[in-house]
């Protein structure tokens, strides 16, 4: 199993720009969800999904989408891309959101917004 | 709201030494508390997992505890060594509609030679 991956491992966008990064996992998990994380704040919740076709919002969701149209994939859109996105975003996913599952993580995507 | 605190933000021992972790939450109503492991640059890596009606956890070098109602955890490192320098996140998952995370700003390790 190649687990959680992520692309692209680093991108440069412009204000404004949109982009989706792309997470996939290959451990048939239902729950995935998206974090951030920045210097001083740890990481925080943006979206999550309990299985294909359901979403839903986190702590800090403003200004991105999501959409779960396999179990497999979970990409995350910004779209309109603004300085204060700049972080490292992670996507992790887990077997069950009812369950008490470990949760395992990408590798990560660093995006600066300049 | 959780809270998850880790004190202190970092530490540096001398190699060999054995270590504590801390890790304190607000809110006893946890799924699990995980341990997890972040290198400089890197993704993180799931070092332990405590449910809820557990104490502890072990594997390797590595203990786990748990005290759901004090709200603690503590991770302890044997005989440390310098590969062992990193980030250490905990993190608990809320028996909530979400089940998300909620991490702490973790200890940055240093173990030196």
């Known amino acids: 199993n190649a687990g959680v991956t992520q692309t692209p491992k680093f991108q440069v966008l412009k204000t404004g720009q949109s982009m989706t990064l792309q997470c996939a996992q290959d451990?048939?998990?239902?729950?995935m969800s998206w974090y951030r994380q920045d210097p001083g704040m740890g990481l925080r919740l943006i979206h999550y999904s309990v299985g294909a076709g359901i979403t839903d919002q986190g702590e800090v969701p403003n200004g991105y989408n999501v959409s779960r149209s396999t179990t497999e994939d979970f990409p995350l859109r910004l779209l309109s891309a603004a300085p204060s996105q700049t972080s490292v975003y992670f996507c992790?996913?887990?077997?069950?959101?009812?369950?008490?599952?470990?949760?395992?993580f990408g590798p990560g995507t660093r995006l600066t917004v300049t | 709201k959780q809270e998850v605190t880790q004190i202190p933000a970092a530490l540096s021992v001398p190699e060999g030494e054995n270590l504590v972790l801390n890790c304190s939450f607000t809110?006893?109503?946890?799924?699990?508390l995980q341990w997890f492991r972040q290198d400089p640059g890197k993704g993180l890596t799931s070092l332990l997992l405590?449910?809820?009606?557990?104490r502890e956890q072990t594997s390797g070098r590595l203990n786990a505890s748990l005290d759901k109602s004090s709200g603690r955890s503590t991770l302890y490192i044997a005989a440390s060594q310098p590969g062992d320098s990193a980030t250490y996140l905990c993190?608990?998952?809320?028996?909530?509609?979400?089940?998300?995370?909620?991490f702490g700003k973790g200890i940055t390790l240093s173990v030196r030679p």
């Open positions: 451990m048939n998990h239902e729950y």
């Open positions: 405590i449910q809820s009606s557990q």
């Open positions: 809110d006893s109503a946890i799924y699990n």
């Open positions: 992790a996913s887990s077997r069950s959101q009812a369950s008490s599952y470990e949760q395992y």
């Open positions: 993190a608990v998952r809320h028996a909530g509609a979400n089940s998300k995370l909620t």
